[in-house]
């Protein structure tokens, strides 16, 4: 039989990332956040002085092997790994986030990603996050979610992370970045950021975290049922 693959897609700051570990934690299997594996290739051209915005130069990096990202797990939690170093608390910088959405537009970028991923979802239980999951990296998922909220709300949850740090970016500024980023998701020609025909939209902007994760669970009975 078929491992169970989960996908989830949706745009930033919606949420994805905290409530696909507490889907996977419930279900007890492995969960991999894709976004962190971009954000390493990212992280990896600004260390070398390279502008994200020069595929050249980034994709050179890639195809020689000078960014090498992979993950392993330590007790269930994913640690991301780029040429060997753990980068899980680097990656997680507003720049890497940026770099990440410019370099994960380049084609030899996107190959060695979505080629690693499946390799990592072959053969075992799992859920996945990120932009094309349901649409190019697991076109055959057992579930496919696409889980959003309107960018006020997106915004809102970026600027209370920010205050925890004692950052006061403005909130206009917070939405503006949002905005931002969907468009740069949206609109690339390469596996652009949309939902999966076959996907089940969920809107969590008046939605608490845990009503989020029951909603994915229950879907997932609701396939469980009707096979
Ligand atoms: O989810 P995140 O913010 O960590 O992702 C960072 C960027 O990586 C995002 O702006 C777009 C890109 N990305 C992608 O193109 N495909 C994925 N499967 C995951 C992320």
Known sequence: MKPLTIAIDGPVGAGKSTISDAVAK???ILHLDTGAMYRAVGLCAMER??????????????VA?????????DGGRQITLLNGRDVSREIRTQEAGQAASTVSRYAAVRRMMV???QELAAGQAMLLDGR?????????????????????????????????KGDETPFEEILEEVNARDRQD??????????????????????????????????????????
């Open 26 to 28: 419930r279900l007890g």
């Open 49 to 62: 002085g390279i502008d994200p915005r020069d595929e050249e130069k980034v994709s050179e990096l890639c």
């Open 65 to 73: 092997g000078g960014a090498r990202v992979d993950v392993r797990y």
């Open 115 to 117: 080629r690693r991923q």
């Open 132 to 164: 094309d999951i349901g649409t190019v990296v697991l076109p055959d998922a057992t579930l496919k979610i696409f889980l959003t909220a309107s960018p006020e709300v997106r915004a809102k949850r970026r600027m209370l992370q920010l205050r925890e």
């Open 186 to 227: 949206m609109n690339r020609p390469l596996d652009p950021l949309r939902q999966a025909e076959d996907a089940v939209r969920i809107d969590a902007s008046d939605m608490s975290f845990d009503a989020a994760v029951q909603a994915i669970i229950d879907q997932l009975e609701v396939r469980h049922d009707a096979e």
